[in-house]
């Protein structure tokens, strides 16, 4: 059974940094391909970045170029979103996904519960 269990949200202030991990299990992480979403209140969930399962290259949101990382861990089964400079609009709950190699909700197949990241001073 596939599971996916985000960890690391919280609250942190603008310009500050987070790490978001996403332990997965009942799958063998190398053959997936694992995405990162978040969703603002009232608004709809968007992809942020990916990480494909043959070569692990990475696909990044617009709004997140040049401040969030994504990268894998195969051997502790973990995907990581590293965080940076942070504003006050990335306000979320994030989830992690596996699914295609893409960032469109549609292309996912399972999902995580979310962890809430808040920035705010």
């Known amino acids: 059974q596939v599971q996916l269990v985000e960890s690391g949200g919280g609250l942190v202030q603008p310009g500050g940094s987070l790490r978001l991990s996403c332990a997965t299990s009942g799958f063998t992480l190398n053959y997936y391909t694992v995405a990162w979403f978040r969703q603002a209140s009232g608004k709809e969930r968007e992809g942020v970045s990916c990480?494909?399962?043959?070569?692990?290259?990475?696909l990044y949101a617009d709004s997140v170029k040049g401040r969030f990382t994504v990268s894998r861990d195969s051997a502790k089964n973990t995907v990581y979103l590293q965080m940076n400079s942070l504003k006050s609009e990335d306000t979320a709950v994030y989830y992690c996904?596996?699914?295609?190699?893409?960032?469109?909700?549609?292309?996912?197949?399972?999902w995580g519960k979310g962890t809430l990241v808040t920035v705010s001073s």
């Open positions: 996904a596996t699914g295609d190699f893409s960032l469109h909700r549609d292309a996912m197949f399972n």
């Open positions: 990480i494909s399962a043959m070569d692990s290259s990475t």
